[in-house]
């Protein structure tokens, strides 16, 4: 469309121009600009430009767009990039080295930020699978349709396909991610995953299949990258294609088997069996601290980290209690929307709202977070609140899920089938304690001078 085009030339503009555009990418709401010269950068500009709806500085500059419309708008920057003329992006990046940002840069934060590049392209994967999964376990529980159909069966491939393979996903996105070759990567993944390796005994015991987990994945597949660009500084390039993945596979291999998946093992169950225990022992009070801290990380777009952690859980005890706790932080921010809604008297504010409002209930926070609480100050503090309340509820009655997905109203499917009315009351009292916190403590009128 000729407006999603208009909107990407006025952000290139604001950038610097194709010039000045090192790489880029999207996830599901922001485009992400790696520039040559930040200082060129306009980035005032940047957030008035109508259609932007918030903007983030990290290690890339992240324009805030929205669902759907990143995606639109991405493809059309990336086509005026190409017909600029300009030097290809990955020449580019070879050649010109932008220094990364490191203001608040602490190494947690950048570790997140690590994971999160790796897990971010897999997000229309997940989402798909764990819809597709959640909905044909409720309609086969629900007695509408048999187990043993081959409808019922054609679903759970369909749906379960993605999580049996995902370590190999996972491994191709990380050996990416740190410099190796994506197919080494995978087979790193596989290496994990591989049902055959239940033949291997070592120290007198049979190898687990999975052992590890996506720690162990993520761990093989970041070894396997180092090796490979290790080997490759003392192979002669006329013996590269053979050697140098040969040797890389092989000592990742040995290393997997012997390291890797006791380790990560190891890893996973802390984390897991220490999250159970926060939870069982914390109760609601965990539900709420952890509920209304999940905006804050969403503001700095880290919540993707987290993604390594819900799959692990999934893959260890049969579901997910976190997710559901965590999705409370954008019911909480839809509550607050309304009640900004319902008290303010400026019509941009109203469309502002309006806008985002369909996505917040959807499970897509960004747009009410950039585009309304967030600028205000003291909603963005009450949506939070809101969001506790709502986290101490599902937190209090255990409601976990099956598959990893978008939180919201849709995340209602991926809930055991018998929790599904619980999760949903949770939801509705994060989006009251939202609206009450904020109608009454949270938003004065004159706070949206912006807004005139």
């Given at each position: 469309?000729?407006?999603?085009?208009?909107?990407?030339?006025?952000?290139?503009?604001q950038l610097g121009g194709a010039k000045n555009v090192e790489s880029y990418t999207h996830c599901m709401t922001r485009l992400r600009v790696t520039p040559v010269d930040e200082s060129l950068v306009n980035?005032?500009?940047?957030?008035?430009?109508?259609?932007?709806?918030?903007?983030?500085?990290?290690?890339?500059?992240?324009?805030?767009?929205?669902?759907?419309?990143?995606?639109?708008?991405?493809?059309?920057?990336?086509?005026?990039?190409?017909?600029?003329?300009?030097?290809?992006?990955?020449?580019?990046?070879?050649?010109?080295?932008?220094?990364?940002?490191?203001?608040?840069?602490?190494?947690?934060?950048?570790?997140?930020?690590?994971?999160?590049?790796?897990?971010?392209?897999?997000?229309?994967?997940?989402?798909?699978?764990?819809?597709?999964?959640?909905?044909?376990?409720?309609?086969?529980?629900?007695?509408?349709?048999?187990?043993?159909?081959?409808?019922?069966m054609i679903l759970t491939v369909i749906g379960g396909g993605l999580f049996t393979y995902l370590g190999i996903l996972v491994g191709i996105n990380a050996a990416k991610e740190f410099g190796g070759s994506?197919?080494?990567?995978?087979?790193?993944?596989?290496?994990?995953?591989?049902?055959?390796?239940?033949?291997?005994?070592?120290?007198?015991?049979?190898?687990?299949?999975?052992?590890?987990?996506?720690?162990?994945?993520?761990?093989?597949?970041?070894?396997?990258?180092?090796?490979?660009?290790?080997?490759?500084?003392?192979?002669?390039?006329?013996?590269?294609?053979?050697?140098?993945?040969?040797?890389?596979?092989?000592?990742?291999?040995?290393?997997?088997?012997?390291?890797?998946?006791?380790?990560?093992?190891?890893?996973?169950?802390?984390?897991?069996?220490?999250?159970?225990?926060?939870?069982?022992?914390?109760?609601?009070?965990?539900?709420?601290?952890?509920?209304?801290?999940?905006?804050?990380?969403?503001?700095?777009?880290?919540?993707?980290?987290?993604?390594?952690?819900?799959?692990?859980?999934?893959?260890?005890?049969?579901?997910?209690?976190?997710?559901?706790?965590?999705?409370?932080?954008?019911?909480?921010?839809?509550?607050?929307?309304?009640?900004?809604?319902?008290?303010?008297?400026?019509?941009?504010?109203?469309?502002?709202?309006?806008?985002?409002?369909?996505?917040?209930?959807?499970?897509?926070?960004e747009p009410l977070i950039f585009g309304v609480t967030l600028p205000l100050g003291r909603p963005f503090i009450t949506a939070c609140l809101g969001a506790g309340v709502g986290g101490a509820f599902q937190?209090?009655?255990?409601?976990?899920?099956?598959?990893?997905?978008?939180?919201?109203?849709?995340?209602?499917?991926?809930?055991?089938?018998?929790?599904?009315?619980?999760?949903?009351?949770?939801?509705?009292?994060?989006?009251?304690?939202?609206?009450?916190?904020?109608?009454?403590?949270?938003?004065?009128?004159?706070?949206?001078?912006?807004?005139?």
């Amino acid at each position: 469309m000729a407006e999603n085009k208009i909107l990407a030339e006025k952000i290139l503009k604001q950038l610097g121009g194709a010039k000045n555009v090192e790489s880029y990418t999207h996830c599901m709401t922001r485009l992400r600009v790696t520039p040559v010269d930040e200082s060129l950068v306009n980035k005032e500009e940047i957030k008035k430009i109508d259609g932007v709806i918030g903007f983030v500085e990290e290690e890339t500059l992240q324009i805030i767009l929205g669902p759907g419309k990143v995606n639109k708008v991405t493809e059309e920057f990336g086509k005026l990039i190409e017909q600029s003329g300009e030097i290809n992006l990955k020449e580019r990046a070879a050649s010109v080295k932008s220094e990364l940002k490191t203001k608040n840069a602490t190494p947690f934060k950048l570790f997140l930020r690590k994971i999160a590049s790796i897990f971010i392209p897999l997000i229309p994967a997940l989402v798909a699978s764990g819809l597709i999964t959640g909905i044909s376990k409720a309609v086969i529980q629900a007695g509408w349709l048999s187990a043993e159909s081959q409808l019922a069966m054609i679903l759970t491939v369909i749906g379960g396909g993605l999580f049996t393979y995902l370590g190999i996903l996972v491994g191709i996105n990380a050996a990416k991610e740190f410099g190796g070759s994506p197919a080494l990567g995978g087979l790193a993944g596989i290496l994990i995953i591989n049902p055959a390796s239940a033949s291997i005994v070592l120290f007198g015991e049979e190898l687990v299949p999975g052992r590890g987990g996506l720690i162990g994945v993520l761990l093989a597949a970041i070894f396997i990258a180092i090796v490979e660009k290790r080997v490759r500084k003392f192979v002669p390039q006329s013996l590269d294609i053979i050697v140098t993945p040969t040797i890389a596979l092989l000592v990742t291999g040995i290393v997997t088997y012997l390291v890797f998946m006791p380790v990560g093992g190891f890893i996973s169950d802390v984390i897991t069996k220490g999250l159970l225990a926060v939870l069982d022992m914390g109760g609601i009070i965990a539900g709420f601290v952890l509920g209304s801290t999940f905006l804050p990380l969403v503001v700095t777009g880290l919540h993707q980290g987290l993604t390594p952690v819900h799959l692990e859980l999934i893959n260890t005890i049969g579901d997910d209690p976190l997710l559901p706790i965590l999705a409370m932080g954008g019911a909480g921010q839809v509550g607050a929307a309304f009640a900004i809604y319902f008290k303010t008297k400026k019509p941009r504010l109203k469309r502002a709202i309006g806008g985002g409002l369909p996505s917040g209930v959807l499970g897509i926070g960004e747009p009410l977070i950039f585009g309304v609480t967030l600028p205000l100050g003291r909603p963005f503090i009450t949506a939070c609140l809101g969001a506790g309340v709502g986290g101490a509820f599902q937190a209090y009655f255990n409601i976990a899920t099956i598959a990893v997905g978008v939180s919201g109203l849709p995340l209602s499917f991926l809930v055991h089938t018998h929790q599904i009315v619980l999760y949903l009351v949770g939801v509705l009292i994060a989006y009251a304690a939202g609206f009450i916190f904020t109608y009454l403590f949270g938003f004065k009128d004159e706070m949206a001078g912006e807004y005139d």
